[in-house]
Nanobody, 123 residues
């Protein structure tokens, strides 16, 4: 089970940190990712972090502004979002990918999903 939190309303240029607390086993977890869905658009990849190694991948649209991290002891993944833009407005979802490292950017390759948290960036 994944529980996302930390969304809210922020002005352009501001920051937010999202959290995603996971419950249950981690032995089969390969990565934890963040996706987002803006109004009227399809859900898209934002970032992902390899659970054991800690390396991360980002969408071009957030590279240099967002940072994904994890706390293994707390079984939690974070998304630090800086220099937010109105186009970052979306519902943000965390997701868990089991198994292997293929399809890290692909929504359908993630097995479990959180409920989403809304981020609204005002101009």
């Amino acid at each position: 089970q994944l529980q996302a939190s930390g969304g809210g309303l922020v002005q352009a240029g501001g920051s937010l940190r999202l959290s995603c607390a996971a419950s249950g086993r981690t032995f089969s977890r390969y990565a934890m990712g963040w996706f987002r869905q803006a109004p009227g658009k399809e859900r898209e990849f934002v970032a992902t972090i390899i659970w054991r190694g800690g390396s991360s991948l980002y969408a071009d649209s957030v590279k240099g502004r967002f940072t994904v991290s994890r706390d293994n002891a707390k079984n939690t993944v974070y998304l630090q979002m800086n220099s937010l833009k109105p186009e970052d407005t979306a519902v943000y979802y965390c997701a868990e990918k089991l198994g292997y490292g293929t399809g890290l950017y692909v929504e359908s390759e993630y097995h479990y999903w959180g409920q989403g948290t809304l981020v609204t960036v005002s101009s």
